[in-house]
């Protein structure tokens, strides 16, 4: 379970602090969080597509994450790129547990 992130600050934040990690089709982005609820934002530009194909791109980045273990008291921001529209679900979830596992392990390194 998780918190939705949808204000611009919240967003801005993330960008400017988190770590980032790039697999497949997907960006994530994460840092820490001085409470407790995980928060997850959803982003997918125009290159993704028209409307249809970004609210598509989301829904699929948000049906992802809930089968995917996230840490507690960490935000992270998923982006879509392209390829999420057409991929095959089971590799939106993959992609999706190794840039997570990838930001925190980059995340604790440094």
Known sequence: MYLSLASGSGFSKVYR?????????????QTPRETSPTEVGFVAGKKVGNAVARNRA???LREATRRVVLAPGTTYVVIADRGVVDAPFPSI??????????G???KRDE
Do not use: P
């Open 93 to 102: 979830v993959g992609w999706l547990e190794n840039a997570i596992r990838d």
């Open 104 to 106: 925190a392990v980059r």
């Open 17 to 29: 602090t988190g770590s980032r990690s790039h697999k497949g089709g997907i960006t994530v982005i």
């Open 58 to 60: 989301k829904r699929r």
